[in-house]
């Protein structure tokens, strides 16, 4: 259980931190990184779940930065946080370097939905900085060859997924319905690459479900 401070409710308090870190710790590897990690929950979770692993934190919101250094910080785990723009990977971090990468990234368009008042959500929730698909080519070019991607996204969203998924050149290997007593949400595990004839590179080849998150 991590604690959440003001800043952190006024981006999150959802169940996606928890999701991630608890599929992202049973893949394989021992270098991951969280894209839009918000104040860090997802991360420090993992930490703590898988100790020994190197586990790279990169946020854009700076006052979110902010608290998740203070998050990492309190709970003495080794998480370390980047600030910068997931757009500009190229000048932040090495390509290929990681054997995962997830996220839960915003989940409303800018500009077809309403825009929350405070514009730390409003960036947190809203496109204004990228969306899937910028998440996604992101993740492409970070994580290496064989290497995973998680993405925790909108359950009425699943088509939008899986197409920037593909589009970005992961091949869709899991999706998993979430249960979480109010909105739905899914989970896309997808691989870069071809790694063994096992792997399906259209849709999803495997489902799951998680209840009572
Ligand atoms: C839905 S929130 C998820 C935050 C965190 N993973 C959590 O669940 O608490 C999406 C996060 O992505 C960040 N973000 C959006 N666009 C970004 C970009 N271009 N580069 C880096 N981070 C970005 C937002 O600031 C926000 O913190």
Redesign the pocket.
């Known amino acids: 259980m991590v604690e959440l401070t003001g800043v ?1 409710r006024r ?2 308090g ?1 169940p ?2 928890a999701l ?1 870190a608890r599929v992202v710790a049973g893949l394989p590897g021992r270098r991951f990184l ?6 860090g ?2 991360s420090v979770r993992l930490a703590g779940l898988r100790e020994g692993c190197v586990i790279d934190a ?4 700076l006052v ?1 930065v902010e608290e998740a250094r203070l998050l990492v910080a309190r709970y003495g785990v080794a998480v370390r946080v980047i600030a ?4 500009d990977w190229r000048g932040l971090l090495g390509g290929g370097c990681y054997d995962g990468v997830f ?5 409303f368009e800018a500009g077809a939905h309403r825009e929350p008042r405070d514009p730390l959500r409003a ?3 809203m496109t ?3 969306g899937l698909d ?1 998440f996604c080519a992101a993740a492409y070019g970070l994580v290496r060859v064989g290497g995973w991607v998680v993405v925790v996204y909108r359950g009425d969203g699943v088509g939008g997924c899986v197409g920037a998924l593909q589009g970005a050149g992961f091949c869709v290997e899991r999706q998993i319905v979430v249960e979480t007593g109010g909105r739905g949400l899914v989970m896309m595990v997808a691989r870069k690459g071809w790694v063994g004839p096992w792997y399906g590179c259209r849709g999803a080849v495997g489902e799951g479900m998680f209840k009572g998150l």
């Open positions: 952190c981006t999150g959802g996606e931190p991630l969280e894209l839009g990690a918000g104040c929950q997802a990169l946020e854009r919101q979110l910068g723009d997931l757009r996220f839960n990234p915003p989940y960036a947190a929730r204004l900085h990228g910028a």
